[in-house]
């Protein structure tokens, strides 16, 4: 297993403690997973940046931008990207726009009734952004009973090894 070093500069880290605790922690986390995504980009090259080195497998070719959905809020990642093969984070799935948890959840709350009124009031305060109505249904084509079940069984095992529980009343 890689062990990473994670860099701050001086100005970003003093600038968090000018910003609200969440916005704060956004950034922080931002600023991380920006990081780990370069490492692992490196790790997959086996090379750092400009450095020349036989085992290279590939060439870098630029980043884009991703936005990503979290708990915490909307985040924008720079992925990297490389010449002859897709860069795959370990981290994102293709195409990955919201967190997989988060998504689960949201569909949790509305399998055990919850108005898509009240999840989208919840997910715009928890994560600052909210998910258009109309998108609950797509995300639950293909959902069987026997598939919710396990998702139930699922959060009643992350329920009990946790510490801290959400409460959604109806």
């Given amino acids: 297993m890689t062990q990473l070093h994670f860099t701050l500069e001086q100005d970003f880290f003093t600038g968090l403690f000018t910003k609200s605790r969440e916005e704060a ?30 085992e ?28 002859n093969e897709p860069f795959h984070s370990s981290m994102l799935e293709n195409y990955q726009r919201n967190e997989t948890a988060l998504i689960t959840t949201m569909m ?3 399998v055990q009734g919850v108005s898509t009124r009240k999840v989208e009031k ?28 396990s998702i139930q069984d699922h959060w009643k095992e992350s329920i009990h090894s946790s510490s801290s529980t959400l409460c959604i009343s109806r």
């Fill in 25 to 54: 922690f956004g950034l922080l986390i931002q600023c991380l997973l920006n990081q780990f995504l370069q490492a692992e980009s490196e790790e997959k090259l086996k090379v750092s940046a400009y450095e020349r080195n036989e």
């Fill in 56 to 83: 290279r497998t590939d060439y870098r070719n630029g980043y884009r931008e991703r936005q990503v959905t979290t708990r915490i809020g909307r985040m924008t990642l720079v992925v990297p990207r490389h010449r």
């Fill in 108 to 110: 949790e709350m509305v």
């Fill in 122 to 149: 919840i997910t715009r305060k928890l994560c600052g952004t909210n998910f258009p109505n109309q998108q609950f249904p797509s995300y639950a084509k293909g959902w069987t009973k026997q598939s919710m079940r």
